[in-house]
T-cell receptor
Framework: NAGVMQNPRHLVRRRGQEARLRCSPMKGHSHVYWYRQLPEEGLKFMVYLQKENIIDESGMPKERFSAEFPKEGPSILRIQQVVRGDSAAYFC??????????????FGEGSRLTVL | GQQVMQIPQYQHVQEGEDFTTYCNSS?????IQWYKQRPGGHPVFLIQ?????EVKKQKRLTFQFGEAKKNSSLHITATQTTDVGTYFCAAPNFGNEKLTFGTGTRLTIIP
């Protein structure tokens, strides 16, 4: 039973390029979350999605960032025109239920983005 | 929005000493979860507390949820080098469901 799969594990981009991070949730999980973690810092919520729907995107920057979770395929976090400040570890997590209903999160190993 | 504060931010202890991290919220929580992140790793779920005043134990780890459901603590007895990492509490926001993580407590062990 595979866990949450994220790829790529490491990604290097130059300023102005696009970064696409992919996340396949655990089998049977329909809730997906993206968190950003800067070095030596905590986990900052970005977006919460259920299949084909964005439930909460209050943590997403208004520009350049977008997320989707299509009916088929993985969830995608897309960062356009990356800047150095986007360098961070991006963690995806999935759950079988909502957090308020005792839905523990299973995290992937993260995608570490470096912007040169 | 809801904020979940954790103290201390860092804790260095001698191997064999005890360790405690505290989590405080300005609002009443429906439940609280605890996660551990090893250096260079990803967060791993430890436990969830739901009931007011609840206490749960996992070997040397003791988790408590306050009576008012606004605070929680994680206590580790007789720390070992395998306990190294950052411990996060996390709680769902009422209304919008997202799970907000505390600032974390980074534990280092001096052998």
């Amino acid at each position: 039973n595979a866990g949450v799969m994220q790829n790529p594990r490491h990604l290097v981009r130059r300023r102005g390029q696009e970064a696409r991070l992919r996340c396949s949730p655990m089998k049977g999980h329909s809730h997906v979350y993206w968190y950003r973690q800067l070095p030596e810092e905590g986990l900052k919520f970005m977006v919460y999605l259920q299949k084909e729907n964005i439930i909460d995107e209050s943590g997403m920057p208004k520009e350049r960032f977008s997320a989707e979770f299509p009916k088929e395929g993985p969830s995608i976090l897309r960062i356009q025109q990356v800047v150095r400040g986007d360098s961070a570890a991006y963690f995806c997590a999935s759950s079988v239920d909502r957090p308020a209903n005792t839905g523990e999160l299973f995290f992937g190993e993260g995608s570490r983005l470096t912007v040169l | 929005g809801q904020q979940v504060m954790q103290i201390p931010q860092y804790q260095h202890v001698q191997e064999g000493e005890d360790f405690t991290t505290y989590c405080n919220s300005s609002t009443t929580l429906s439940n609280i979860q605890w996660y551990k992140q090893r250096p260079g790793g990803h967060p791993v779920f430890l436990i969830q507390l739901v009931k007011s005043g609840e206490v749960k134990k996992q070997k040397r780890l003791t988790f408590q949820f306050g009576e008012a459901k606004k605070n929680s603590s994680l206590h580790i007895t007789a720390t070992q080098t395998t306990d190294v990492g950052t411990y996060f509490c996390a709680a769902p926001n009422f209304g919008n469901e997202k799970l907000t993580f505390g600032t974390g407590t980074r534990l280092t062990i001096i052998p």
